[in-house]
């Protein structure tokens, strides 16, 4: 390890104790309702990075695709950010009494809720999320764990077993996604609905792991670390990046029209308290991030490729990611968008702490999948 | 068609190796535009060939916003501007309801300038008659060859130049090629070619149209209209038991702005009181009224001395007489309504409301034609 990323990792544990002193005067003083909602941000945010980049992983597999095997040791160190998602999301059921009304007792006299009471109550949440863990945590044994066993052994069986269990993972996929955002998020305002808010969640879930991917294949890529990995590599990802804003921006904007629409109070809630106040500045915002911006910067042939462009894209991206989930999450609490000490505690420890663990992880073992046989073909993808 | 001079001299090459180390070769010599056709695209032979980057990118950007602008423009103005209609509680000119159109005719503009604009305007086709696809080499370099040619860029081209750089650059096989024909592609028996072949596939498609209706009836393409598993109003329908298509209304059901009077003879309907103002507006829509209706037996002044009275049987009440002054409003109110003698009911012509406008004229009519000298002074006094 060079000299300057010593003291890289230094700076970086500095700002952890820093969030995590942040983090327990929150608790203590913030007041419970803020303390959760921003810790229920960062666990979803965690586990959508996490959970995205596993897909990717998941749908070279599936596809059977080459061009990608030279970087899947990439999205394969970022996936295992889902084990400390583990004790993040255990830990995030103490919100569920504290910003879930679906658990409440008063919940079982309000008509629409006491239908719902059995699937909004704590213990079935808890399980629920527990199941997907497992579940996600399986995906990455096979799928991970069998990948850095190939490294020793280069047996190509292991291509054959993740090709098979990767229709099964986009299945647990689909499942966790969904529960997710329909328990952590969709159930902060249980009385609202909206069936695409999986796939919304999907969206925003993706392009998180793909910019976490792209910041890492470059970073790397400075440090010489992925030889043979080229322009037409970069070229992917920035399409896929390119695509899927569209598909973040079509989900969310035909959710909204749909709603706007049809004007059903129960639905249009979610949007009137997203569009008035203070809110409606981070909704304009988010809109831009999210897509005018990142649709803009890569539009053109040359920026796909362009990897000084793609690493300014995929950092505005996972800011843009960050900044959906909390417009997702923080309009519940009232009186407008809140950023303050608290949440730049949480930001600090998580960031500092997802950063750590995922450096930690690009640091162990080799940079590609050594054993997997079809390397070559991939290092020879040309566009 | 040739004028005889040379259009280009093709090389052909054995291995997209050779082909991609003469191309640098025979370029320095700036003999002519270079162009190369290969069985397959070959890896970075754009940029060996130091071919501009297709300007279709930008054109299809370009259009796109063009698209989407052209597409809010319109909506913009019928919604808001020409026609503006508040539908569903929405403004007329919400940008929301814009996005989805907007969206297709982007996509519409976009789609037709790649497509057009790399065929008609970049590939500038129809172009019949390439001289490399009239060549003796087409059969090599569609299976196995990579052909370099040197075309011709104006009247200084030397044919025996590029031949020779191209045998120095390791050619095994050299072909020059006439100039093509570039004559108009609209001619007649072009014309009468396509003409034709849309009128064979027409006749094909009708022909297989008729047979697959004779034939296999169990699908019908098309029923025109006439099947349709709905009842008809006034007709009779099997599907309910008692073989009516219309259903009857609920017992008791009462229609919209007509309640019952709540009292069941004229005697009765004496406690009715009049729930209009003796207005101007009122008198005045109770004589229209009267005019229209009443007048034709009553006589305009209500006295019974209309013109029918002669040709028409019955003799219609003298609304003047003492009998009629003294009666309620609500007998009167009850008369139209439930007709009387010979007169029909005007329930269903008029409305409750209109009725009592009648009434109140009936009223006005009366004190007109017997006023006192006090209406009178009070006339005077307004």
Known sequence: ?383 | MSSGKSFAVLGLFDTPDALMGAIPQVGAKKLGALEAYTPYPLHGIDDALERRRSPLGGMVLVMGILGAITAFGFEYWISAIDYPIVTGGKAPSSWEAFVPIMFEVTVLFATFTAGLGMLLLLNKLPFFGHPVLSSDAIKAITRDRFALAIESEGEGFDAEAAKAALLAAGATQIEVLPEPDRGPFLTSDYILRVAGGIFAACVVAGLAMYGAVKLFPVLPPMSHMEDQPRLNAQKADPFFKDGFGMRMPVAGTVARGYLPLGVASQDEAASLVNPLPSSPQVLAAGKKIFHNRCELCHGALGNGVPTLTAAYGAKPANLQAQQFRDYPDGKIFWAITMGKNAMPSHAADLTETQRWEVVHYVRALQRAQNATDEDVKEAGTR
């Open chain 1, 1 to 383: 390890m060079s000299q300057q990323n010593r003291s890289t990792t230094n700076l970086l544990r500095g700002t952890l104790a820093i969030g995590a002193v942040g983090v327990v005067a929150a608790f203590l003083k913030a007041g419970p309702e803020r303390f959760w909602a921003n810790w229920l941000l960062w666990f979803v945010l965690l586990f959508t990075v996490g959970v995205g980049s596993l897909f990717i992983v998941a749908l070279e597999h599936l596809v059977n695709a080459k061009w990608s095997v030279p970087i899947r040791r990439i999205p394969e160190r970022i996936a295992t950010l889902l084990i400390p998602v583990v004790p993040i999301g255990l830990l995030a059921i103490g919100a569920l009494p504290v910003l879930f009304p679906g658990t409440r007792p008063e919940a079982l006299h309000n008509k629409i809720l006491a239908g719902k009471a059995f699937w909004l109550s704590l213990p079935f949440v808890s399980v629920r999320t527990v199941i997907v863990l497992a579940l996600l945590i399986l995906g990455l044994v096979v799928l991970v764990g069998g990948s850095l066993k190939q490294d020793q052994t280069r047996d190509p069986a292991f291509n054959i077993r993740a090709r098979k269990f990767a229709p099964a993972f986009m299945a647990i996929f689909a499942l966790a996604i969904t529960l997710v955002a329909f328990d952590w998020i969709s159930g902060l305002t249980p009385e609202w609905y909206s069936d695409i808010f999986g796939v919304y969640l999907f969206a925003g879930a993706f392009l998180g792991g793909l910019a976490a991917t792209s910041l890492a294949v470059l970073h790397l890529k400075d440090q010489d670390r992925l030889e043979g990995v080229r322009k037409d590599h970069l070229y992917n990802l920035g399409g896929f990046l390119f695509a899927f804003t569209v598909f973040w921006s079509y989900i969310g904007f035909a959710q909204y029209m749909l709603m706007w629409y049809a004007n059903l109070p129960d639905e249009v809630i979610y949007f009137q308290t997203r569009l008035t106040g203070g809110w409606h500045v981070v909704t304009v915002m988010l809109a831009f991030l999210h897509f005018v911006m990142p649709f803009f910067a890569l539009v053109t042939r040359d920026a796909k490729g362009d990897g000084s462009r793609l690493r300014r894209v995929a950092y505005l991206m996972l800011a843009a990611h960050i900044l959906d989930i909390y417009w997702l999450i923080f309009p519940i609490l009232p009186g407008g968008p809140h950023f303050s000490w608290p949440e730049a505690s949480f930001a600090l420890l998580f960031l500092s702490g997802a950063i750590l663990w995922v450096r930690g992880a690009l640091q162990k073992g080799e940079d590609m999948p050594v054993g997997d046989p079809f390397l070559k073909e991939g290092l020879e993808f040309r566009l």
